[in-house]
């Protein structure tokens, strides 16, 4: 995330909590840890900006500001 910022790539966080975590779904009286997968895909995804507008050259932007990362 902070390379995606420092090269003003957007990102969001769309799931921060798991669905079983928000209170809407409380009823189902699940807990952390009940979901191990899900709390790990909220605590590490992240989306990345894709849209019909988006050029070749924008992509490899993207792809480049990942893969300096690794």
Do not use: N, W
């Not at 979901?35 to 050259?57: G, I, N």
Request: aromatic letters at 8%; charged letters at 15%.
């Amino acid at each position: 995330m902070t390379s995606l910022k420092a090269h003003r790539v957007g990102y969001e966080v769309y799931y921060p909590v798991p669905l079983h975590l928000q209170e809407c779904f409380s009823y189902l009286g699940l807990r952390a840890g009940d979901l191990p997968a899900s709390e790990c895909a909220a605590a590490e995804t992240l989306a990345l900006p894709v849209y019909p507008e988006m050029t070749e050259d924008m992509q490899m932007v993207v792809v480049e500001v990942i893969t300096s990362g690794l």
